[in-house]
């Protein structure tokens, strides 16, 4: 029920900071549609980092396992782990970033998430001391939710590979839940984007583009009432 309601959260959140939002110019005629994008733009932002917190519960409930957000010092100041895992039994240590993996990554994306890794993987060692964990090995790697893989230096795990890092629960628990977070955002606005939007304007000059006119085409002559077509000028 706990993470029922913080899906749940997840969409209320994303509605309660679009009413703030000024409708855009470009939605004016129907400002739902621009409420609808503020919406649904949020929830993505927050799709990832709410899965993400449903991983550390996950893995907290494991035995052994302890999980968590990490800050920890770098010689160029501090890095943010997106997860810190140790199993206090194994002494198996995790480091890794999460993304959502539904596409792919520019290069410099690439390059500055292998960076960030590399200097974390210096530090982590030096960190762990300071935990008093005895750490029989370490591993750095990505976790890509919905599977998109690049090239990394870096292992990329997706959502069911999960179960072999740590327990099949916690691999079922995730996969679960992500697909509950699409069903509810799905049924939330698929009633609502099956219905259809009326705009009530005049006729514009994109009406009357025919697309399959054949050349010469005519050229568009703007005026201070707005715009017309004219015959296009002759080279000479």
């Known amino acids: 029920m706990l993470w029922k309601r913080h899906a749940s959260q997840l969409i ?13 110019p470009l939605f004016g005629s129907n400002p739902r549609l621009s409420s609808l994008v503020s919406e649904i733009d949020g929830i993505k932002k927050r799709h990832g980092l709410l899965i993400e917190r449903a991983l550390i519960f996950a893995i907290n409930k494991l035995p ?3 999980a968590a957000k990490e800050q920890i010092p770098l010689a160029s100041g501090k890095a943010h782990l997106d997860c810190l895992a140790f199993n206090g039994a194994s002494g198996k240590l995790y480091v890794f970033e999460c993304k959502r ?5 520019d290069g410099d994306k690439i390059k500055a998430i292998d960076q ?8 982590i060692g030096s960190y762990a001391t300071t935990k008093s964990w005895h750490v029989a090995s370490s591993d750095v790697f990505i976790l890509s939710f919905y599977g998109a893989k690049w090239k990394s230096k870096y292992p990329i795990y997706d959502r069911h590979s999960v179960a072999r890092l740590f327990e099949p629960c916690a691999g079922r628990f995730l996969s679960i839940y992500i697909d509950h977070i699409e069903a509810i955002t799905t049924s939330t606005y ?3 984007l099956r219905d259809a939007v009326s705009i009530d304007r005049g006729e514009t000059i994109f009406d009357l583009v025919d697309p399959d006119r054949e050349k010469p085409w005519p050229d ?3 005026t201070e009432n707005g715009a017309d077509f004219v015959l296009a000028e002759r080279s000479l």
């Open 190 to 192: 698929s009633a609502e």
């Open 101 to 105: 993996g539904h596409g792919s990554f």
């Open 64 to 66: 052994n396992w302890q």
């Open 220 to 222: 568009l002559l703007f």
């Open 116 to 123: 960030r890794l590399d200097s974390i993987s210096s530090a």
């Open 12 to 24: 209320a959140d994303a509605k309660a900071k679009s009413a703030s939002i000024p409708c855009d």
